[in-house]
Structure formats: C-alpha cells, structure tokens
C-alpha cells in the first residue's frame, strides 16, 4: 500500500476540516428549519445535506488514491461513485422542485418567539462561516500540487459561500421584519435562490456523472503517447501481443503484453516492463499502467 505524502495528508485534512463544520451546522439548521419554517433556510438545509454527501464520498475517493487503492476504485467504486453523484442530482433536483411548490403555497406564518429568530439568525451568520472558513485550507491544497477533487471542493466552497451570503441578507430580512411585505417575500426571494442553486449545481452532477458510466475510448492524443512509448522500446522486446485502452471516469488505463525470447533472464524481462510503464506513466500522468510479459509466441496475432 502506498504511503501517503505530507502533500497527500494536507489534502484530505482541507477536505475533513470542510466536512466537520458542515456537519457542526447541520443538526443545529435541521432543529431550526422545523420549528421557523424559513424557505430560505430550508433550502439552504436541503442543498448543504446532499452535498454533505458529495464531500464525503470525495474524501473517500481521494484517502484511495493516496493511498494506492485506485485500481479497484476505479474499475469498482468507481462506477458506483458516478452513480452516487447522479443520485444526488436528480435529489437536488427534485428538492428544488420542492422549494419552489413551498414558494407558492407560502403564507403568513405566526410569531416567532425572540429565541428562535435569534438562533435562526446566529445560524446563518454561522453556517456563511463554516462556508468561507475552509477556503484558505482548501486553496493552499490546490496549490500543493493538482487534484481534481480538491479543485473541484475549492469551487464548490465558493459558490456555496456566495448563495449563504444571499440566505443571511433574506433571514435577516425575514426575522426582523416579521408580518411586512418586506420579510415575506425576502423569504420567498431566499427560497428561490436556494431552487436555483440547486437546480444549476444537480444539473451539472448529472451531466458529468453520466458520460463517465460507460467506458470510453482514449482521446487520440494519448492514445499517440501509448504508441510512441512503444515504438520507443521496440527493440526490446520481441513480440507485442496486446495493446487495450479505455478510459473510465477520468482515469485512463492502458495493459500491455509483450512477448519474450525463451533466453531472456528475468532481471532484463523486468526492466523492460518497468521502464515501459515508468514511460507510460510519465506521458500520461495519474494513468493506470499495466505490462504484462509472456513468452514469445510466433503464432500469436496482436489484439
């Protein structure tokens, strides 16, 4: 198993820091958002649950690839993990088809006690916190070296951070002004941002989980940098038997066989396969490179 680096822990210690203050918010707006019935809030609870969901299936996928797991994440989990997200999408989706029938069934609400309209305030006040509060975390692990994922968490964070500043201004609205014009529809306004963030961000999930559910072919660029490593030691070996490609997620996996001469020590059998994948893996960089050699077979025909 591959042991992870201070590069590696750093970033999924950025994503963990996320994932805990999410979550320290979480009940609190649950218990809230029941008893006030903000649809700003509901929204926001809605929204923040489900990608409480994509944060950890994130942090699992990059303790696995830190870790030297991805082989069978990416041929296993990997599918699954495309799934999860288009999962999640359609739940986005379908959550903000439910704000919108909360929006216009909305109606005068009764008095809130001072408590709740102070912790519901403390509330957003504090979750535009925990969202901005893992940005700096985040944007020096983008900095220590390029992650997808981390990336990927880093521009989440931002656009999560911007919708909250829009929930504490219609919350804010809505407490204080309580029974007006004003406050009701600041929380109908804060609902239908809430819809429409959700909306645009389960679209997208569901646009990029689906093109990776199936295998692809490599683009033909890369699949030039897999020839050119061959042709490159193709003195060095004296048969090639198989050469499969595909792509699945964002991973590209390339197995070659290549065939030996009986005489061949196995010292010089393994730096040929090493040094074949060593080149593979330095032109495409994070791909799964597998060379297997078998013996020298003149009948065999190249798949």
Not at 85 to 98: P, T
Not at 150 to 162: D, E, G, T
Request: proline share 5%; hydrophobic share 55%; charged share 15%.
């Amino acid at each position: 198993m591959r042991v992870p680096t201070a590069t590696d822990l750093q970033k999924e210690r950025a994503i963990l820091f996320a994932i805990l203050l999410d979550f320290s918010v979480f009940v609190p707006y649950l218990i809230t958002v029941s008893r006030i019935g903000s649809l700003a809030m509901l929204a926001e609870l809605l929204r923040g649950g489900l990608l409480l969901l994509v944060e950890g299936l994130a942090l699992v996928t990059l303790r696995a690839a830190h870790r030297g797991r991805m082989h069978f994440y990416d041929f296993g989990i990997g599918k699954l993990e495309r799934m999860f997200a288009a999962a999640i999408g359609v739940l986005l989706l379908l959550a903000a088809v439910f704000i919108l029938i909360k929006v216009m069934d909305s109606s005068e609400s009764e008095p809130l006690p001072f408590f709740w309209v102070a912790v519901a305030l403390g509330l957003v006040i504090y979750n535009l916190f925990t969202n901005l509060a893992p940005l700096v975390p985040l944007w020096r692990a983008t900095r220590a070296g390029t992650s997808i994922i981390v990336l990927s968490q880093f521009r989440a964070r931002i656009a999560k951070a911007v919708a909250s500043v829009t929930v504490v201004v219609c919350v804010a609205l809505d407490v204080l002004l309580p029974h007006t014009e004003v406050g009701l529809a600041a929380d109908d306004i804060g609902g239908l941002i809430g819809a429409a963030f959700m909306l645009v961000i389960g679209g997208a999930m569901i646009s990029e989980a689906l093109p990776d559910l199936l295998d692809r072919a490599l683009a033909e660029p890369l699949q030039m940098k897999v020839n050119a490593a061959l042709a490159a030691y193709f003195d060095r070996y004296e048969q090639l038997i198989g050469v499969r490609t595909r792509k699945s997620g964002n991973v590209a996996h390339v197995e070659i066989t290549v065939g030996f001469a009986p005489g061949r020590t196995i010292a010089d059998v393994s730096s040929v396969t090493q040094g074949l994948r060593q080149t593979l893996t330095a032109a495409i960089p994070d791909a799964d490179v597998v060379v297997i050699a078998a013996p020298y077979d003149p009948d065999a025909r190249p798949a």
